[in-house]
């Protein structure tokens, strides 16, 4: 009963937290957006580009920009990785290999974060501050500023214009990141989380033996990776690790870092359209698959019947920190695998049939509730445009979204995003399973070992980093395969929402007329709801059919 109720509570306070953020970082995050005024050092970081920020791009010249900055970002973090025994700070560690170090600097640009080694010994210190965290704030940044140009596509009138991704990068990531970065650093190391530039030190154990531990920046790239849905640990035990995540007010803490952005973000939405109740719509349709989801996984790991152990224990606390417990272990689950965040404070791959399951599912819904920084909301704004064509085709009625009409040219690029991870998913999932080599590398060759394959590619796909383990992907094909699938998971749907952001700023605005389909009402709400259980979760059916339903009947 204590346990129950100090679960509740948990829940409670994360959203009270998040509700009493979601008005003032939503109306800053617009302001940020929106402003015309550029601060002294951004401009001092305009001139070390050569960029103009009163300029405006197209949508051909945004999506180049985006992809450049992609290109040269992976081709550096290549390089500092490949050199980083040449460089101060590298505690002695040896250079990545060439497959290690392409699928890391693709999971980092890509904010994915997936890791395949063990942070603590196989990166140095200035390879985790200068190359990971600093990517853990640009490429949330990145998300961003895709999302603020699908934006300004429904917001601007006949123009050819959406905005300046330098600037966006720019300014979200001074304005934004970096102040809530700084003040949870120092909140994380007030409640005991390390902040040092140790090497490694060599323990004895209570047993008589010796272990290394490795200091170094922990709290402060622990805060971005959370806050960024970025996801990657400086241990290999990432959030579980009592470095990281010290206690269960740390753990609450972070847990609010990996929602708060992107939670706050539909209000950026609203107040960008100049209509806040488009926001709270999205908003609720977020919060609702959250809180079932929250609800589902919970249950599932506390009403265990896998194993007499489990079910003993009064649920299934293998693969769970004690100082966590079940609620606060599935709440992070839920978290991170609904946002764009690989980070973990317990072990997937442990959970129920069910609650894996579900986990599973979050990510192959596309991270939308409430989705990575920047792209879950365009991707659920993606959504509400399949929603709306969907309504349309109902009534025989051209559809109309935020006075803009969707006709053949924008419901081409939305149907292109619903794809374009289904197919990286499967098609990767596929070729592993076909591949012998790749096969030899499952653990567990049976019904689990499939859906740890199935979470692996899914995991990339959608840019989230987290894994059931169980797997081993430290070697030439599933790194050189996973890092494609991230590449392609991470860039080609931006492709399509910026393709997209651009026939929409074209348009001129349609009136608001009696046969307008409201939407930002509770029924479409619920239409939203039916479309992306159907539209994007049967789609996975018969893979999770072969996984972790086909498990748990069993």
Partial sequence: MNSTL???????????????????????????????????????????????????????????????????????????????NHLLLSIGMKPVDPDGSFNTAVSFVTNTNWQWYYGESTMGHLVQMMGFAVQNFVSAAMGVAVVSALIRGFTRKRSDHIGNFWVDLTRFTLRVLLPISFVFAIILVACGAVQNFDGIHSISTIAGGHQSMTGGPIASQEVIKNLGTNGGGFYNANSAHPFENPNALTNIFEIYLLLVISFALPRTFGRMVGDNRQGYAILAVMAAIWIVSVVI??????????????????GMMEGKEQRFGIWASALFAVSTTLTSCG?????????????????????????????????GLYGILILAIIAVFVAGLMVGRTPEYLGKKLGGREMKFASLYILTTPAVVLVGTAAAMASAGARAKMLNPGIHGYSEVLYAFTSAANNNGSAFAGLTVDGTWYNTALGLAMLLGRFLPMVFVLALAGALAKQGTVPVTAGTLPTHRPQFVGLMLGVILIVVGLTYFPALSLGPIAEGLS
């Fill in 6 to 84: 100090a679960g509740w509570l948990q829940v409670l306070l994360l959203v009270a937290l998040l509700a009493a953020s979601y008005r003032p970082l939503g109306d800053f995050m617009a302001h940020t957006l929106t402003s015309r005024r550029h601060l002294r050092v951004e401009r001092a970081v305009y001139r070390l580009g050569g960029v103009d920020g009163d300029s405006e791009q197209t949508w051909l010249q945004y999506l180049r920009s985006v992809l450049a900055f992609g290109v040269v970002s992976v081709l550096f973090l290549y390089a500092f990785m490949r050199l980083q």
């Fill in 297 to 314: 996984v919970t249950a599932n790991e506390l009403h265990s019947t896998s194993s007499p152990a489990g079910h003993a224990a009064g």
């Fill in 343 to 375: 980070a973990v404070n317990s072990f997937h791959d442990s959970y129920t049939p069910g609650g894996g399951g579900l986990l599973i599912f979050n990510m192959l819904l596309g991270e939308i509730a409430p989705g990575g920084t920047g792209s």
